[in-house]
């Protein structure tokens, strides 16, 4: 099954900085989506992103499909920002699509 | 409001004792997934289903049992053979994916089941 490879595991930065988070796939990918894990655990979509640039406020990413990778930034960070994020890649595989998650990037701001 | 809802919450059992998590979707979509979450890591796939009474086994199938009667509801049990069911449980939906391509998942709040 395909790989997926989040980095850094851990990053602090101070209020206002900005950040890149980056996920590396071991295949091709039908399927490639960002999330923000909660405090309370729930899995919020940011991106739904298999190919190309989206921006969103604040917050934009890449997947650039022929190297296998993504990346998600964050500008301006604010204390609402941290959190873990995860990335998780899908194949299509006739008909059947399943999603595997990295081990996530756990991002603390300080104020 | 269109949603996925997980039920209860939080879920304490002795072990020893099957349990199920309750999963409910009112998005018309057709997939619906379990996934295990342990501390500091990734989601896990448990199982999957693309269609009413279809289901398949994910990475982590065993000690688990699932039935998909309606297109809303993909109800998981954790029975007594799984050996560490103590985790976070977390369901999703989507709408098929196919020659068109995949299409997003979507999550519910999750389950914190403890087993003692």
């Known amino acids: 099954g395909i790989q997926v490879e989040q980095s850094p595991p851990d990053l602090i930065l101070q209020e206002g900085a900005n950040s890149t988070l980056r996920c590396n796939f071991s295949?091709?990918?039908?399927?490639l989506q960002w999330f923000h894990q909660n405090p309370w655990g729930q899995l919020i979509n940011l991106f739904y992103i298999p190919s190309g640039t989206k921006q969103n406020g604040r917050l934009s990413a890449t997947t650039v499909a022929t190297e296998r990778y993504s990346l998600l930034y964050i500008s301006s960070s604010q204390t609402t920002d941290s959190g873990v994020y995860f990335c998780?890649?899908?194949?299509?595989?006739?008909?059947?699509?399943?999603?595997?998650f990295g081990t996530g990037t756990r991002l603390t701001i300080i104020p | 409001d269109g949603g996925i809802t997980q039920s209860p919450k939080y879920l304490f059992r002795k072990e020893g004792q099957n349990v199920t998590l309750s999963c409910e979707q009112n998005l018309n979509h057709d997939a619906m997934y379990w996934y295990r979450q342990d501390p500091g890591q990734g989601l896990r796939l448990i199982y999957y289903?693309?269609?009413?009474?279809?289901?398949q086994k994910g990475d982590i199938a065993e000690g688990y049992s699932v039935s998909r009667e309606k297109k809303e509801s993909f109800p998981l049990t954790v029975t007594s053979a799984q050996k560490n069911p103590t985790a976070f449980y977390l369901c999703?939906?989507?709408?098929?994916?196919?020659?068109?391509?995949?299409?997003?998942?979507?999550f519910g709040p999750g389950t914190r089941l403890t087993v003692t």
């Open positions: 998780a890649a899908g194949r299509l595989n006739f008909g059947n699509e399943k999603l595997t």
């Open positions: 289903s693309q269609i009413v009474n279809d289901f």
């Open positions: 999703a939906s989507s709408i098929v994916g196919g020659l068109a391509g995949a299409y997003e998942q979507y």
């Open positions: 295949d091709s990918v039908n399927n």
